[in-house]
């Protein structure tokens, strides 16, 4: 019997080249929900998205139903825990840290992080850890746990991968950056108090391999920074004053960096842009 072919004119999706499809995909699975629907159109589709494209999802775990549904998930699915590049994962409280961790220490091939410094000193200090492809991080809580994280055993060794470090908060005092050795963008949140961004400033120097630092804050929403933060960033070219908007979040910001989108760095970068033109302008204003 002879197989169907489509109508003359039309075109079904699984008519298309493996590869082809598996490109137009590509760009519609960047968000967790789309790719729940794809799974569901049909099987041979499902076959096809199920880890072709998990590669291109950001995973966002957060909350003890979402970790067990994912964890059961991993558990039904060879190999998808290869397959998972893109991880933001938060438990809510003592009790689901050992699935917090069990998740983690199995996804190895993420590329980008966002946990807590104490999932991340549980990952560093596992034997199984295999994590050498992550190069991007976040750590998502009011205080960082450096000590924790460098006492163990591959602590050191993942700190030196990453390039991109976002902290939720400010930078302590304990900051290692001795071990950041590849880190070229930087990211905190501060407020306008006296000396905030100068103390930073102290902290960072001699870090040859950052490339942007980027403050953000929500203080100078309807306005601009302040003189001493403007001289500040005179002298240090790197230095970036990202204005977060209302609805902002850094949930949200991540997303976009995974997404392709304008991520936090782009949006530093014009940030610093437009500041530099307006105090030109302004500098010429003055002589004049």
Not at 140 to 167: D, V, Y
Request: hydrophobic residues 40%; aromatic residues 10%; charged residues 25%.
């Amino acid at each position: 019997m002879a197989k169907s072919r489509p109508a003359k004119g039309s075109l079904r999706l699984e008519h298309l080249p493996v590869e082809l499809l598996l490109e137009i995909l590509s760009y519609t699975t960047t968000s967790a929900a789309v790719y729940r629907s794809l799974l569901l159109v049909s099987k041979p589709l499902n076959s096809l998205v199920k880890l072709n494209c998990l590669r291109e999802v950001p995973v966002v775990l957060e909350g003890s139903a979402k970790l067990r549904s994912f964890d059961r998930f991993l558990s039904s699915t060879s190999k998808a825990h290869t397959y998972v590049r893109y991880l933001w994962i938060q438990g809510d409280g003592l009790k689901s840290w050992g699935l917090v961790d069990s998740i983690v220490t199995a996804c190895s091939g993420v590329v980008s992080l966002s946990c807590t410094s104490r999932t991340l000193a549980s990952l560093c200090a596992s034997p199984a850890f295999s994590h050498r492809d992550c190069h991007e991080l976040a750590l998502i809580e009011p205080a960082h746990e450096w000590r924790s994280i460098i006492e163990t055993t591959h602590g050191s060794q993942f700190c030196m991968k990453i390039t991109h470090l976002r902290l939720q908060e400010g930078i302590n005092p304990d900051f290692p950056k001795q071990y950041f050795t590849s880190l070229s963008h930087l990211a905190f949140s501060y407020g306008p108090f006296e000396d905030y961004l100068k103390r930073y400033s102290e902290r960072l120097s001699g870090f040859c391999s950052l490339q942007l630092i980027v403050a953000t804050t929500v203080a100078w929403r309807d306005g601009t920074p302040d003189p001493s933060t403007t001289q500040l960033m005179e002298r240090d070219k790197r230095l970036a004053i990202l204005q977060c908007r209302e609805n902002w979040t850094e949930l949200d910001a991540w997303k976009d960096r995974v997404r392709g989108g304008r991520s936090l760095w782009e949006q530093a970068r014009v940030a610093r842009q437009s500041m530099q033109v307006f105090r030109d302008a302004f500098k010429v204003l003055q002589i004049r």
